[in-house]
């Protein structure tokens, strides 16, 4: 088997806690986490390269002639060439220059430079991507490794255990959550003690139950240390490898992996963060993000202007139950200001699918008055279209001038 359409940095299906204590989890169709760093496959890497993770060799190119350079440079017996973008099944999609696959496997390192002119600056739709694609803006060559055996390894925060967990299986290469399904005698899990670190024997015992034997057991084991190192250097909430494989040469390799990071980082984690490819995420969630609002676009008709995750979902809950469906997923925070909600309207009644806007506050972690002065200047400035219904409860959402100040843009109930 070869290293053919891996995975990018974000977009396969991950063993996250739910599956880990309750692989069938019922998933509501508007539900949806929150937006998290994108790194395409090649930043991943070279983040893992950096911890003295073994990785395949490989360049990134964002033009042809560097593509057939970087092929010959890499002088291997077989090269393949992916295109670098946020979504998965590469190997199946399809250009709009006629090429068919994001991946190509070759031992002719002449043709990267044409295989590479039919990829760059054209669009590839998988079955992850838009109907219109993604454009591609730069491509990976490496080196293509065989694998001869294939296993799953995943370092991520589980709130049962209070701190990380380490995951495993000596089935990879497929979905994880279908192999705990079906068969959970295979999946191995060791609880890492946050000041102790992953211990020695916990790393070979690991090592030892995703197969590995002999001396590709010692290699196993040192590069789950070294993954854990990552982990904790990057301020990483999951490091997953899909597959961590081995090869006929007897090296143990992290083919492809995903790596997600805690937000709240950010501030010590500036040189990763600043990696964050941002042109592929959708155009109002990243407008949202600027004011610090929770956005995600959702394919109804009834905007939801909410504050608190758990009442914007149990809002979204509530249309869907009454018949409706909900247009976006909006979480205002607790410390909302004036301004943001001003924001928050503009991006609500910029989707042309809106046709009413419902705002569900509730005012024990935000001030009524806030929402209420924020709302009716947006109503004026914007000069609103659709009904707007607005429910305050809790502080401040009586009094002074709030109800008066509504009152002109909200409908007889």
Known sequence: AHSSDGHSSVEHKT??????????????????????????????????????????????ADNPPDALQAAKRLNAKEIVLKAQIL???????????????????????????ELASKMLGYSLTTKQTPKEGVEVKMVMVAEALDITRETYFAILMDRAC????????????????????????????????IFEGVRDDQALRMAANLGFKGPLERQAADQIMRLYDLFL???????????????????VVCFDAKISFDDNAEFRQKAVFALDDMSESDPTETEAAKWDL??????????????????????????????????????????????????????????PKVEAILVNIFGGIVNCAIIANGITKACRELELKVPLVVRLEGGYCTGGTTPIALHPYLPSV
């Not at 019922?26 to 003295?52: A, D, F, H, P």
């Open 233 to 251: 250097k990057v301020d990483a909430t999951q490091v997953e490898v899909n597959p961590l494989g081995e090869t006929p040469e007897g090296q």
């Open 87 to 113: 979504a998965g099944g590469r190997g199946k999609g399809v250009f709009n220059s006629g090429l068919k696959g994001g991946v190509h496997l070759t031992k002719d390192p002449s043709v990267v430079g």
């Open 15 to 60: 063993f996250n806690q739910r599956s880990l204590h309750s692989p069938k989890v019922q998933n509501r169709g508007w539900e949806t986490s929150r937006r998290w760093l994108n790194l395409q496959e090649y930043q991943s890497k070279k983040l893992m390269q950096e911890s003295g993770v073994t990785v395949q060799r490989f360049y990134v």
């Open 294 to 351: 929770k956005y995600i676009g959702l394919d109804g008709n009834i905007a939801c202007f909410v504050n608190g995750a758990g009442l914007a979902m149990a809002t979204c809950d509530i249309i869907d139950l009454h018949g409706g469906k909900p247009a976006n997923f909006l979480d205002l925070g607790g410390g909302v200001k004036e301004k943001q909600v001003y924001e928050a309207f503009k991006l609500l009644t910029a989707d």
């Open 162 to 193: 209070n701190g990380p967990v380490m995951v495993g299986s000596p089935q990879g290469g497929m979905d994880i959550e279908e192999v705990a399904d079906k068969s959970p005698e295979l999946i191995f899990k060791e609880v890492i003690d």
